[in-house]
T-cell receptor
Framework: DQQVKQNSPSLSVQEGRISILNCDYT??????FLWYKKYPAEGPTFLIS?????DKNEDGRFTVFLNKSAKHLSLHIVPSQPGDSAVYFC??????????FGTGTRLQVFP | DTGVSQNPRHKITKRGQNVTFRCDPI?????LYWYRQTLGQGPEFLTY????????KSRLLSDRFSAERPKGSFSTLEIQRTEQGDSAMYLC??????????????FGPGTRLTVL
């Protein structure tokens, strides 16, 4: 059972535009959500997180939105830069337990 | 500022051999996690420690897998009698326990295992 789903395997965006990556989850007990970025042959790098009691969190060019009723979160990157090209994973956890990851979305930012 | 380190970065072994991986977490972090990642998938949880206590093991962790964190600092993951299906990237992460719900985990570069 895939509790965290990223239904778009890839996304291509022009430099300077907005990138929107989406994630859906099924377990209503999740209370913390995170986004990670991963380059080839490296471990995932933490980007931004959000608690289930909030609906938005911003950090520089990155904003995460959480819609609990729809069990949906999204990551907005504005403006997108070529260095943002990577695989992005969303993850969720309950009560500081293990992280449950989605399958990832490959973002390509082109000039 | 040193992050999570893992050794070796790459390991090629023959089926049936035993392998051991090491993870050194960020020094002030008391939680340490092991995950496994295969191609096209996100990382999958294997086990985690709080200090030296192993708090949870995934059903993915067969009897051939064992993990230790003897002094609450570094950890080792051993796979006995490796099988080709064990080929994957093995990731270690650490986190400073801050109480629920906060759960930022910081990953090392991983150890890529290839079983021939």
């Amino acid at each position: 059972d895939q509790q965290v789903k990223q239904n778009s395997p890839s996304l291509s965006v022009q430099e300077g535009r907005i990138s929107i990556l989406n994630c859906d989850y099924t377990n209503s007990m999740f209370d913390y959500f995170l986004w990670y970025k991963k380059y080839p042959a490296e471990g995932p790098t933490f980007l931004i997180s959000i608690s289930s009691i909030k609906d938005k969190n911003e950090d520089g060019r990155f904003t995460v939105f959480l819609n609990k009723s729809a069990k949906h979160l999204s990551l907005h990157i504005v403006p997108s830069q070529p260095g943002d090209s990577a695989v992005y994973f969303c993850a969720a956890s309950y009560d500081t337990d293990k992280l449950i990851f989605g399958t990832g979305t490959r973002l390509q930012v082109f000039p | 500022d040193t992050g999570v380190s893992q050794n070796p970065r790459h390991k090629i072994t023959k089926r049936g051999q035993n392998v051991t991986f090491r993870c050194d977490p960020i020094s002030e972090h008391n939680r340490l996690y092991w995950y496994r990642q295969t191609l096209g998938q996100g990382p999958e949880f294997l086990t985690y420690f709080q200090n030296e206590a192993q708090l949870e093991k995934s059903r993915l962790l067969s009897d051939r897998f064992s993990a230790e964190r003897p002094k609450g600092s570094f950890s080792t993951l051993e796979i006995q009698r490796t099988e080709q299906g064990d080929s994957a990237m093995y990731l270690c992460a650490s986190s400073p326990y801050r109480g629920p719900p906060y759960n930022e985990q910081f990953f090392g570069p991983g150890t890529r295992l290839t079983v021939l």
